[in-house]
């Protein structure tokens, strides 16, 4: 099922969007705010 979810995620340019941002926020949270 996994498989089916990543080529679907492929094939859709607002999923494949959406998982950056997901990335990004991820990578924002791992930075200790001052």
């Not at 498989?3 to 791992?30: A, C, F």
């Amino acid at each position: 099922m996994r498989k089916v979810v990543r080529r679907v995620k492929d094939t859709d340019p607002l999923e494949s969007i959406d998982d950056k941002l997901n990335n990004l926020t991820k990578i924002v949270e791992k930075i200790p705010v001052p």
